[in-house]
């Protein structure tokens, strides 16, 4: 296969799968989904994900590191990389009574990363934001009438970027990424008749849906120790984000589940409202982090905070208020990645073993009832662990001679809630990445 196959091949996997992405939920089904935008995405990619998510330091000339936009400015004036990545997830919820097990896969990003000028590089892709994907109930009694209350959820946000990162001196980078945040959310509460024959099913539903730019600015400065070790350290800010949307807010009866069967008419409309102009905010965000890399070598900690507590969001569709809704959120990720010798011609000693580790709290916050007495006890979010471990195996181009990696990861996340009575989380996951360095740059002298 030639060069310009090769670069045309990689352009049409890039647009079709971006364009089917734009036809897909992002597969959750944790009840949690149920609160603000639903579980944010970490917005790591491939080794980085298996290095615990760390990514403001990261300054790699193989890698598309869109945590941090200065990072593009690495890349040779040579190289394109097509980076791809899908997952797998395992996930239980327990409340201490009961549990439900969940098997789930994704399509989790794409991105491409290309040079510009000497000393310029961008990138793009798409990336998730957030996810919601949730089905859950109980049977509840009203005088001779036994019903089964359903809560149901599908949605989530998604980013197109597009990046540039330009290196005006040595050692300092500076970079920003555009991105066209998008995403569909739909809420519903199904009632669900048990013992009476005939009777019609009622559906609650609430929908909005999101359109807007998000900015990300970044910086990195790196501190050489000798000709083959350095410090960088990574710095990001994103600002707030305020967005509005009409929420269309329905209640209807129907002759069968409006799940099993979602292209029936409704017997009978009770309401059909639209709340114009309802406001979404998302947080500033800051994050530092630093490096230290050699030949064999390389260690890093991140850090994030986001501004979270007071912003807008309907109250029409949790009944939270902006003093208990949510939470200034931290993260805290730590990894290293290690290589025996990455120019050995033996394969083992040029494979790249990666771990590390990550610790943060919800942004959103959950209502919390006691299932016996049907009593609130209060407001609360929970804490996430996380462990990860995975391998970068190389595969060289014999006629280019650049690297590629295939990306195994391993990962685990508990989820600890602050009260009793709230769901506990645990999920495993597994992903593939597949990062392709190719030799797209150079002017042939012949055919």
Known sequence: MNITTKRHLSLLVFFTVTTAIFAQQVGSNSPYGRYGYGLLSNQSLGASEAMGGISYGLRRSQQVN?????????????TFIFDLGVSGHYASYSDGLNKQNFYN?????IAIQFPVLSKVGASIGLLPYSKVGYNYGQTRSLSDIVYEEVFRGTGGLSQIYAGIAYEPIPYFSVGANVSYLFGNFSYSSVSVPRTATGATIGEEKKKYSIRDLKYDFGAQVTFPVD????????????PKLASKSDV??????????????????????LRDDTLSSQQFHLPATYGLGVTYSNTNLLVGLDGTFQQWNGLDYPEVLDGLT????????????????YVV?????????????????????????VSVYNPSTNQSVGVGG??????????????????????????????????????????????????????????????????
Do not use: C, H
């Open 66 to 78: 869109p945590g941090n936009p200065a990072s593009y400015s690495k890349l040779d004036s040579l």
């Open 322 to 337: 902006p003093e208990n809704r949510f939470n200034n959120a931290y993260r805290i990720n730590a990894g290293a990645e």
């Open 105 to 109: 896969g994704n399509l989790d990003y």
């Open 248 to 269: 269309y807010a329905t209640e209807m009866m129907f002759l069968s589940d409006p799940y099993t069967n979602p292209y029936q008419n409704p017997s009978e409309v």
């Open 382 to 447: 929970f804490k996430e662990y996380g462990i990860n471990f995975g391998l970068g195996l190389p595969f060289r181009d014999s006629m280019s001679g650049r690297l590629s990696l295939l990306n195994i990861g391993f990962g685990y996340t508990s989820q600890r809630p602050d009260l009793p009575y709230m769901i506990k989380q645990d999920m495993f996951k597994i992903s593939l990445n597949m990062n392709i360095n190719e030799f797209w740059f150079f002017k042939r002298q012949f055919n």
């Open 227 to 238: 000709k083959t070790s350095s410090f960088t350290l990574g710095a990001v800010f994103s």
């Open 341 to 365: 010798d990455p120019y050995s011609r033996d394969f083992f000693s040029r494979v790249r073993l990666r771990a590390g580790i990550s610790y943060g709290n919800s942004y959103a916050n």
